[in-house]
């Protein structure tokens, strides 16, 4: 089961195996959106903040975060208001 706001892995793998062919422009585009959404909060997550079957599902899918800060610690650290 994925984490609250993020794409379901049965719509990620319905996406995934059905050609983009066989698929609508409003669908194609939905997925598209979807997809940067997901990747968003992918990044957003700290590693240590999501479950194991979200690392699994996000490494699987190349969408994985490899450090454990959050974007809004790393946006910290970059303007130096992280101390």
Do not use: C, H, W, Y
């Not at 990620?12 to 062919?21: E, G, I, L, R």
């Not at 899918?61 to 610690?73: F, T, V």
């Amino acid at each position: 089961m994925s984490d609250n706001a993020r794409e379901s892995f049965g719509e990620k793998t319905k996406a995934a195996v059905v050609p983009d062919s066989q698929k609508s422009l409003t669908t194609r585009a939905k997925e598209t959106v979807v997809g940067k959404a997901d990747s968003t909060a992918s990044t957003a997550q700290p590693q240590s903040k999501k479950s194991t079957p979200q690392k699994i599902g996000d490494t699987l899918s190349n969408n994985s975060n490899e450090n454990d800060q959050s974007l809004l610690d790393k946006t910290k650290d970059t303007l130096g208001l992280n101390k």
